[in-house]
């Protein structure tokens, strides 16, 4: 069941990225085009001041035009547009003195505060932008003239850049309105989604289950007729054979039942005690040196004593017997395994299994803890195994809520759990 909470939550997290990718860009998109298409209009409206020598042109009835390809002059659609338009305008000479000052038209700025703000801007090294005094927005144009001096010209543009934040205001709480609509429905139905990869799972749990009981009793026969048979003719090839296959067979079976138990438990489920990690990974451990003696390899270990935490050991001792197993299984003939166990943090333990691998660069480890995955995937491979145990030392360690890690360097590969 965790494996099912686990891909509900991936489902329910890539939905939410791909929602908010889509949303970002399309408002993102709008509310720019919405300020580009702001800019232009005062930007034209300005010029437009800026080309009549610092005054509002006059509206002229008939010359407005529009197309497909390009915008009206909007401003000349009504005669009262003139007179809505807020601005100032100075012309200064080489000297920064004034040459004229209209002040008509707005109301925010006194002469002496319209004369700072010209001269300020003509000193500046921009010939065009805006600015914000207090909460008002304006736009400003510095154009040099023919006859020398500059026209400085100052625009009120509080009411379209007020709608345009406005704009992005109202599309930001759409858009994140928009999110949780969207994933309080897709939380309904992610169920629903997932259903059919839920009922396939445990329609191959059931069918691994129930095969693996029902193969037992055949192979149990098997095993003892063979037995028979060595009891009555005496040991030969054949029965070595048989008895072996089956050993192999029932331990297939036996970590294909352990694989869907594990799928099914929960961490609630786990009869956590009191553990001395320590003697655990210890007795791991020595249980392979036999193995790894008999292949003429080396154990090193650096077990430190009294590491105690509270944990599952039938699944811890499983996970320290896998990476035990696979150190022995693929170590260099002649090669290193290595055993280490470290405190980590305060309440946390760290133990890893490193073996000589000369042939492991290169390798996508990416793959090792799939199932049924073999890094050997020659099918007359000397290696025993199925590619299961790695997978279950995934399961069992996240079931312990603990994380697995592979790393290569420098030749050889370790496997860690860390808790």
């Not at 590619?387 to 603990?402: D, F, Q, R, V």
Request: charged residues 25%.
């Amino acid at each position: 069941m965790d494996m099912i909470h686990r891909l509900r939550r991936k489902f329910l997290l890539l939905a939410f990225i791909a929602v908010v990718i889509i949303l970002a860009g399309a408002l993102g998109l709008i509310n720019g085009i919405t300020y580009m298409k702001m800019r232009s209009e005062v930007n034209t409206l300005l010029t437009a001041i800026v080309q009549n020598d610092g005054i509002m042109p006059s509206h002229q009835p008939g010359t407005s035009t529009e197309s497909w390809l390009s915008d009206p002059e909007w401003y000349n659609d009504t005669p009262e547009f003139a007179h809505q338009t807020r601005y100032f305008s100075v012309i200064l000479d080489e000297n920064d003195k004034i040459r004229r000052l209209n002040l008509s038209n707005i109301s925010a700025f006194n002469e002496l505060q319209a004369l700072e703000i010209a001269r300020s801007l003509a000193d500046s090294t921009q010939t065009q932008g805006l600015f914000k005094n207090k909460r008002a927005s304006y736009c400003f144009s510095v154009t040099p003239r023919t006859e020398g001096g500059k026209l400085i010209v100052v625009m009120d543009c509080t009411r379209d850049v007020g709608a345009v934040e406005a704009f992005m205001r109202y599309s930001l709480r759409f858009g994140l309105a928009c999110i949780l609509l969207y994933m309080l429905i897709l939380g309904l139905l992610s169920n629903y989604a997932i259903r059919p990869f839920v009922e396939n799972l445990a329609s191959q749990k059931r069918f691994i289950t129930n095969a693996g009981h029902e193969l037992k009793t055949p192979i149990a026969i098997i095993s003892a007729n063979a037995e028979a048979l060595e009891l009555i003719s005496g040991k030969s090839q054949w029965t070595d054979n048989i008895l072996f296959q089956v050993k192999r067979v029932t331990r297939l079976i036996n970590e294909l039942i352990m694989l869907a138990k594990l799928g099914e438990k929960k961490e609630q489920e786990l009869k956590k005690e009191p553990v001395d990690i320590s003697r655990t990974f210890q007795e791991a451990v020595q249980a392979f040196a036999p193995v790894v003696q008999s292949e003429k390899k080396q154990l090193v270990t650096e077990i430190p004593e009294g590491i105690v935490r509270e944990t599952d050991p039938k699944y811890l001792y499983e996970i320290f017997n896998i990476l035990m197993d696979n150190a022995a299984k693929y170590c260099d003939e002649g090669g290193t395994i290595r055993a280490f166990l470290e405190t980590h943090g305060r309440h946390g333990f760290r133990a890893s299994v490193a073996n000589d691998y000369k042939n492991g660069a290169g390798v996508d480890y990416t793959h090792f803890f799939e199932r049924f995955y073999r890094g050997d995937e020659s099918h007359n491979s000397q290696k025993a195994g199925y590619g299961i145990g790695l997978s279950m030392a995934e399961e069992a360690t996240h079931l312990l809520g603990g994380k697995i890690q592979v790393e290569y360097k420098e030749g050889v590969i370790t496997f860690g759990v860390t808790f």
